[in-house]
């Protein structure tokens, strides 16, 4: 890669040169004609180095600007409440990946079954549904939010909790 100073080193070099040949022109009128053509083609470069670093200046800010507005915009957020027997579960995070399909494996694994669901996904992952638990199993509120929010992750940091109940060995079989 050549250098800034390098390149304008190597324009006033042309520009002495664009000098020397319009010296051997006859005229003086031609001369200067021609002299005030070079001098404004390199100011035109000048500009152009200009705002081309300008642009690129920008381009940096904008990307620095949506990354901070994507960790302010659209937190995760995830709440359950039970009505008699149902559960309602409300889901609201960031698009992006399979969200909906995690989130309803998630209530296969927990033993739910899904009556009535709504999703959007517009400006960001909405999900409302009401489930009901399979033979009258009993679940906790707490152990269906942190399960929609280990498949909203990705993550399997509740895997610590549960993994006590988990044989290590034969022996415990």
Not at 37 to 65: G, Q
Not at 69 to 96: A, D, L, M, T, W
Request: proline letters at 1%; charged letters at 30%; one cysteine or more.
């Amino acid at each position: 890669m050549v250098s800034t100073l390098q390149k304008r080193f190597d324009s006033r070099n042309k520009l002495r040169l664009a000098r020397s040949l319009a010296t051997y022109e006859s005229s003086g009128r031609q001369r200067c004609v021609f002299w005030n053509a070079v001098l404004f083609i390199h100011k035109l470069k000048l500009k152009l180095e200009a705002i081309e670093r300008e642009y690129s200046n920008l381009l940096a800010m904008k990307t620095e600007y949506l990354n901070s507005i994507k960790q302010f915009h659209s937190p995760k957020e995830v709440k359950v409440e039970k009505n008699g027997e149902e559960f309602r579960v409300k889901v609201k995070c960031e698009k992006g990946g399979e969200r909906l399909v995690s989130v309803l494996e998630a209530f296969e694994k927990m033993g739910l079954n899904v009556l009535e669901a709504r999703v959007s996904c517009t400006e960001c992952f909405c999900m409302e549904a009401i489930a009901v638990a399979e033979d009258d199993q009993l679940i906790n509120v707490s152990d269906i939010t942190e399960a929609i929010n280990v498949a909203i992750d990705g993550k399997l940091s509740a895997a610590n909790q549960h993994h006590k109940d988990i044989p290590q060995n034969d022996a415990e079989i």
